[in-house]
């Protein structure tokens, strides 16, 4: 890296990808592998909330959705 100066997180991400490309070892890549998998997540959804899941994008495509500012107000009422 370049003398100890901060990189930016797009600099950082060009340079591990230009050192990568060069890479020849197979059990480097494969701990790389390791390491980028250990931060992925996967969720696997039971039919119920995949249903669920379905019926509020297509609420939230026809404007069925309350704002930020209107959730606010419903639960300041609710308080009262």
Same mark, same amino acid.
């Given at each position: 890296?370049?003398?100890?100066?901060?990189?930016?997180?797009?600099?950082?991400?060009?340079?591990?990808?230009s050192k990568i490309?060069?890479?020849?070892? #197979?059990?480097?890549? $494969? %701990?790389?592998?390791?390491?980028? /998998?250990?931060? +992925?997540?996967?969720?696997? @959804?039971? #039919?119920?909330?995949? $249903? %669920?899941?379905?019926?509020?994008? /297509?609420?939230? +495509?026809?404007?069925?959705? @309350?704002?930020?500012?209107?959730? $606010?107000k419903k639960v300041?009422?609710?308080?009262?």
């Amino acid at each position: 890296m370049e003398n100890s100066k901060v990189m930016t997180t797009i600099a950082l991400k060009k340079y591990l990808i230009s050192k990568i490309n060069l890479l020849e070892d #197979d059990l480097v890549l $494969e %701990k790389l592998k390791e390491i980028v /998998k250990k931060n +992925e997540t996967v969720y696997n @959804l039971s #039919d119920y909330q995949i $249903e %669920k899941v379905a019926k509020s994008r /297509k609420q939230f +495509e026809n404007g069925e959705f @309350l704002t930020e500012e209107e959730m $606010e107000k419903k639960v300041e009422e609710w308080l009262k």
